[in-house]
Nanobody, 118 residues
Framework: VQLQASGGGLVQAGGSLRLSCEAS????????MGWFRQAPGEEREFVAT????????DYADSVKGRFTISKDNAKNTGYLQMNSLKPEDTAVYYC????????????WGRGTQVTVSS
């Protein structure tokens, strides 16, 4: 599975962005997907995850109620809708996929930069 994240950009605080994660390769529909982010000088952190069917999600406390993760298996694409953005959301965002037989995210896309101005 190869992943390509897109949709980042510069937005004012309170604004919205939608990130996309397009997958190529086999069986993306059977993979769970996650979004992670890394701010300058900090470690990469978990943002959100969704199971392979798209009916179970989990979020970091810092984004609950503001971000929504989704997955369209027919399009081999995952999404992260980000609303009410804050300057502290500024980071490089990465999408990742986890195979059904694995507990770890083995497939990672290149990141997309999200910058939120105050």
């Amino acid at each position: 599975v190869q992943l390509q994240a897109s949709g980042g950009g510069l937005v004012q605080a309170g604004g919205s962005l939608r990130l996309s994660c397009e997958a190529s390769g086999r069986a993306f529909g059977t993979y769970a997907m996650g979004w992670f982010r890394q701010a300058p000088g900090e470690e990469r952190e978990f943002v959100a995850t969704i199971n392979w069917r798209g009916d179970s999600t989990d979020y970091a406390d810092s984004v609950k109620g503001r971000f929504t993760i989704s997955k369209d298996n027919a399009k081999n694409t995952g999404y992260l809708q980000m609303n009410s953005l804050k300057p502290e959301d500024t980071a490089v965002y990465y999408c990742a996929a986890r195979a059904p037989w694995s507990s770890a995210y083995s497939y990672w896309g290149r990141g997309t930069q999200v910058t939120v101005s105050s």
